[in-house]
């Protein structure tokens, strides 16, 4: 009986909230939180995808496992929907504000427009990014509006710069992202 009163506490903290265990520490908790899978055209996940509204902004927490070592583009597109094989039905750019692509380009940036990816020499990358002021679900400008919005992994790096896209090649995993 002692046993198990002194391995109760590892077990319930072993299963606390999803997003404690990606990365999120502290804080005040998400008023909203969705996760999906990062999929190919043939239907195979290459990870997971999690966005947690917070009072700051929104947090993307991203898992990848099983692709070439280097750096992907990421993207947040305008419709949640995910058809192989180009994932052109996720749209453009979530980009609200109509600006050009890329932290680095004047005239930029999207508000979808996001960090690389980096993939290490065992298959396996990670991306934990807070978006100030980007909202979920209220807001004057939503991400997840009637249709959705998508989480896009391409062939390529962004190269942070050139508009539209950042020259981050063909889209070849895609995530659906929906309001309730």
Known sequence: MRQVLLLLPLMLAACGPKAESLGRV???PPSLMLS????TAEGNALGDAELLQL?????????VKGLPPGQYGLHIHAIG???GPDFASAGPHFN??????????????HAGDLPNIT???????????MIPGLRLADGATPVLDDDGA????????????????GNAGPRF???EFRKG
């Open 26 to 28: 502290g804080g005040a």
């Open 81 to 83: 929907r995910c058809v």
């Open 96 to 109: 609200p504000a109509g600006r050009q692509h890329g932290r680095d380009n004047p005239m930029g940036s």
């Open 36 to 39: 999906a899978k990062l999929l």
């Open 119 to 129: 993939v290490d020499a065992k298959g396996v990358g990670n991306l934990n990014e």
């Open 173 to 175: 995993a895609c995530a």
């Open 150 to 165: 998508a989480i896009v992994l391409h062939g390529k790096p962004d190269d942070y710069r050139s508009d539209p896209a």
């Open 55 to 63: 009072a700051e902004g929104t947090q993307l927490i991203v898992a």
